[in-house]
């Protein structure tokens, strides 16, 4: 799913594209309902009970998990299916793992990995590439397996899309063959 979704990201411009938007000063805790990545992207679904557009807004966080014996957080994914609404927005959340001890998101811009990435304040709107790592709580049992030893699960998805530039032209325009 949430490889999905990052390959589905759209740029940010238009009635539907929305910013890519990352908050380092909450990873990794237990802040419910704070995203710590927020974007657009398309790869929602038609149907009688939707009827919105393809376009979604998604957020990904951790949040305290909803059975209180459960060690670590959970992934919640929110979606926000009606970007247009006429009076307040639904968002749709969807726990996704449990037992997450921190989410990070890395963003490469072209030569390295950037911890943050704001497509407001950067020159390029959306990076080249975005590495997601999901650390786990290691399970009861496991003896003497520390946390340092139990590697986190890895997701880098390149974006294919090529939003170049946050500014206007001059006037001119090229195309690239």
Known sequence: VLRRDLAGIIPPGGTFGGALDSNPSIQGTALSGTPLLQFHTAVGVLSEDNPWSDIERVAYSLASPTNGTAEGLDLVRAVTRNLLPVSQETVESQRLMSGVESLTFSFHDGTSWLPTWDSTNEITLLPRAIKVG??????????????SQLQPIEIVVGLLIDASTNTTGSGSSSTNS
């Open 134 to 147: 999901i650390q786990r709580v290691p399970a009861e049992g496991t003896g003497t397996r520390s946390r």
